[in-house]
């Protein structure tokens, strides 16, 4: 809880701490009803989002499916970060719909609490939408530009009305946008006087409104400079620990999801190629395409430059539309043999200590570890 | 500031670099005049280039950093940006005092640029050859058969796979990667002796930009060029570059070789950005951010831009006579060896 200042214009830190603790008692509501930590919140299991490609205008033949997402797995604790790593184009934002069911998965389940989503009716979605919420990237897009901030924030209780008591609307908002560190008198401005950051912060209040339990973070930071960058992401470690939310965060940003995440999945043309905790995907990388990521990460300390071994990948990612047979990473791979075009593998431990599908899985430092 | 001369490389980066000074910079002001107020874009800016050299401009959006760059190729839009003093050199040559023609006929050769978002800044609706053979059409004259060979030797030099077959391609049959190679090429066409990257891979990929990168570290080492890489990424900065300039609110407010500027920062500004990163070989602690928001450049804060986000501020009675960080401007100075930094307490941020 610390420095959620935002410059000359905004509350001072002492205000903010001191209403935090009143803000995250009234917005964390019945946080004695929640379960413990730890206990598994949602599964994924083999979730599948194939969007149809047509030719044609008014006779739409459907000539080939664009597999975005093709068989993912993910397990979200409760009070755990889970970071979902991956180039553009690998789906990874595609799961986040999916996690918010804005889409309807092709295949696969999404278990919340015992239920599978896909299978709920429109009240039992409404009753998950209001736990699941979701941050977008682009600060500037995902506020509508004619509502105040105080109305954005105060959007969501006209559909979930039991959660604010209609009367103490405005103060609750003022104490979301402190909570996040805004100003609260700012609740009649509109978002574009607002910074990238402080916009953002004001999607954080939206999304905190409805007291989830998970919010999907997709790549929340990405669109913000790298100093106001670090103020967004301490916010939203500091949101976590007071009201045990749950992140699934999205980012393609490899050391921002290490930093914030305690298992990170790595994701390549529509599947999960490698998972593990933060210290095993990024210590001892055994998936190639892991490898070859981490290794391509600028370093940012003169004396770690030239300390590693680069894996320069060569070639683009094949399209999805029409992926490579097996494993999907074989074109680009430099430990490729014939079986890699036969049999697509496994998500499995092969002896590394943490899954990998790749047959030929074999941890390796790839990145120069300590200091 | 002016005349300063590069800075030495010390003995740690081993990065070989001498050569003849190609571009400078001298107390550049660029401002837009808009019907809300003047923005102060940049706010003088020095810097030298030498051949092989490569200078990075570090800093975050609205720190000027695009806008002296655009400055300098004679592309700002003007209205509303004003070149409102100082002076370009280009191997000795004044840009800024020659006429349209004339700095055209020293531009298309000598200076070229490339861009961050590599789709908008091809055109649609022309084939690439025909887009890279532009160059060799306009500058030298070159038939259009002719142009196309070349275009087509170009894409191999910067390793477009097939390139006689995709020559004439449009754009949006190239990948990103590719597409901003095909960029490469047009601005290395016509063998320029500097290159100016704008956020040249801050759209790509990692993988694709490691790959870009070392192209154009392997093109500067065979022509020889300056290269002038604009960004906010600090590890590509840290990958790439020889010197860096740190910028905030349109000005250099540190300089130095990026060794000595990333070991031990000498201005409160680059040590918070420092803090701000997470590291990706180990996890550390919290993060430390630098509190508050980058300036309004219509409303710059008065002496030093950065003191009102300072950790390191003195004002009044706390500050040494002549030194108050909220009235008195520090210049950039020399601060150690081959340091500038423009911090009234420099000395103490580098701990020395």
Redesign the interface.
């Known amino acids: 809880m610390s420095?959620p200042?935002?410059?000359?214009?905004a509350a001072s830190a002492e205000p903010a701490a001191s209403a935090g603790s009143t803000a995250s008692q009234a917005a964390a509501g019945g946080a004695s009803t929640r379960g413990a930590l730890g206990e598994t919140l949602l599964e994924v299991k083999g979730l599948k989002k194939h969007f149809p490609l047509t030719r044609g205008v008014v006779l739409k033949r459907t000539v080939g499916h664009v597999r975005a997402v093709d068989g993912v797995d993910l397990t979200l604790r409760r009070g755990e970060t889970v970071g979902l790593v991956g180039?553009?184009g690998c789906g990874k934002s595609t799961v986040s719909k999916l996690l918010v069911a804005l889409e309807k998965p092709t295949d696969g389940s999404i278990v919340y609490k015992g239920r599978d989503v896909t299978k709920l009716s429109k009240r039992g979605l409404k009753g998950y939408r209001r736990e699941v919420q979701i941050i977008f990237q682009d600060p500037y897009a995902s506020l509508n530009p004619r509502m105040t901030v105080g109305d954005i924030v105060a959007e969501g209780w006209s559909v979930h009305a039991d959660i604010a008591p209609r009367k103490g609307r405005l103060q609750r908002t003022q104490e979301l946008l402190e909570r996040v560190g805004l100003n609260p008198d700012y609740v009649n401005r509109y978002p574009h006087q607002f910074?990238g950051?402080?916009r953002q912060r004001i999607g954080i209040a939206r999304a905190l409104a409805l007291q989830p339990e998970i919010i999907v973070c997709d790549e929340p930071v990405s669109a913000l400079?790298?100093?106001?960058?670090?103020?967004v992401?301490?916010l939203l470690?500091d949101l976590q620990d007071d009201f045990g939310l749950s992140y699934l965060f999205i980012a393609?940003d490899?050391?921002?999801v290490?930093?914030?995440s305690d298992r990170v999945a790595v994701m390549y043309l529509g599947s999960v190629v490698e998972t593990g905790t933060?210290?095993e995907v990024?210590g001892a990388p055994s998936h190639p395409y892991t490898q070859?990521?981490?290794s391509?990460?600028?370093?940012?300390?003169?004396?770690?430059?030239g300390q590693r071994d680069?894996i320069?990948?060569s070639g683009?990612?094949p399209s999805p539309a029409n992926p490579p047979s097996g494993c999907r990473f074989r074109t680009r791979c430099w430990k490729a043999q014939d079986i890699c075009a036969e049999e697509p593998p496994a998500l499995v431990d092969r002896g590394q200590g943490h899954p990998a599908a790749c047959h030929f899985a074999e941890a390796r430092p790839a990145?120069?570890?300590?200091? | 500031m002016t005349g300063t001369t590069t800075v030495p490389v010390g003995p740690s980066g081993g990065r070989a670099r001498t050569g003849e000074l190609l571009l400078e910079v001298d107390d550049l002001h660029v401002e837009f005049r808009t019907r809300s107020g003047v923005v102060n874009a940049v706010n003088g800016v020095s810097y030298t280039l030498a051949e092989r050299q490569t200078l990075a401009i570090l800093g975050e959006s609205g720190s000027g950093k695009s806008v002296s760059a655009q400055a300098i190729m004679g592309i700002l839009d003007s209205p509303p940006a004003v070149i409102t003093g100082g002076g370009i050199r280009f191997q000795g040559e004044d840009l800024l005092t020659m006429a349209e023609e004339d700095q055209r006929k020293v531009r298309g050769p000598g200076i070229s640029m490339i861009f961050q978002d590599a789709l908008s800044s091809l055109n649609p609706v022309y084939s690439v050859g025909y887009q890279i053979g532009e160059m060799f059409r306009a500058h030298r004259g070159t038939s259009k058969k002719d142009a196309k060979q070349k275009a087509v030797e170009l894409m191999d030099r910067v390793r477009i796979p097939a390139a006689a077959q995709r020559v004439n391609d449009y754009p949006h049959q190239f990948s990103g990667g590719m597409r901003q190679r095909v960029m490469i090429a047009m601005a290395i066409a016509l063998d320029p002796r500097i290159l100016i990257a704008d956020e040249p891979t801050t759209a790509l990929d990692v993988t694709v930009q490691a790959q870009v990168m070392d192209l154009l570290k392997e093109l500067q080492q065979d022509t020889g060029m300056g290269l002038i890489l604009i960004t906010h990424d600090l590890g590509v900065v840290n990958e790439v570059a020889d010197d860096v300039a740190v910028m905030y609110a349109g000005k250099i407010v540190e300089r130095g070789t990026v060794d000595d500027v990333f070991t031990d920062a000498a201005h409160p500004y680059t040590e918070g950005l420092m803090a701000s990163i997470p590291q990706i070989e180990a996890k550390g602690g919290r993060l430390r951010p630098i509190v508050g928001q980058p300036p309004n450049l219509a409303a710059i804060p008065s002496g030093c831009p950065f003191h009102p986000r300072c950790a390191r501020r003195r004002l009044g009675a706390e500050a040494a006579p002549g030194r108050e960080c909220a009235t008195d401007v520090p210049p950039l100075r020399l601060v150690a060896p081959g340091r500038e930094a423009a911090c009234h307490y420099s000395e103490e941020v580098l701990g020395v």
């Open positions: 420095e200042s935002t410059g000359a214009t180039e553009s910074s950051g402080q400079d790298v100093s106001v960058q670090a103020q992401v301490n470690e393609h490899l050391s921002v290490r930093h914030i933060d210290a990024y070859a990521l981490l391509s990460v600028p370093l940012h300390e003169p004396k770690l430059r680069r320069l990948l683009d990612v990145v120069v570890e300590g200091r």
